[in-house]
Nanobody, 123 residues
């Protein structure tokens, strides 16, 4: 059973917005940091954002800082990624991750992953 399930992806025009959701399934991650990564065609998976388990601290890649906002609702075991001012270069499959050990920006630090949701931005 996949422990994390992403939703909310789709096709939008440049400048538009989307909100991605990631729901825990089978177990909760309410005591763990959670994060979002993305992978564009032909490119490596890259860090997008992360949030501590209390939600008091957030971290962003330079490419999305000021446009994307990560948040969480532990009562719903869900983490969100609000994406505004979308650009064609944001097109990618977006993955949710949980329970890191080490540098948040490294994919190998994260123990649990979802299957991803596709975000496509048209110019």
């Amino acid at each position: 059973q996949v422990p994390l399930v992403e939703s909310g992806g789709g096709l939008v025009q440049a400048g538009g917005s989307l909100r991605l959701s990631c729901a825990a399934s089978g177990r909760t991650f309410n005591s763990d940091p959670m994060g979002w990564f993305r992978q564009a065609p032909g490119r490596e998976r890259e860090f997008v954002a992360a949030i501590t388990w209390t939600g008091s601290s957030t971290f962003y890649s330079d490419s999305v800082k000021g446009r994307f906002t990560i948040s969480r609702d532990n009562a719903k075991s869900t983490v969100y990624l609000q994406m505004n001012g979308l650009k064609p270069e944001d097109t990618a499959v977006y993955y949710c991750a949980a329970d890191p050990d080490g540098d948040y920006t490294h994919t190998e630090a994260w123990a649990y992953w979802g299957k991803g949701t596709l975000v496509t931005i048209s110019s």
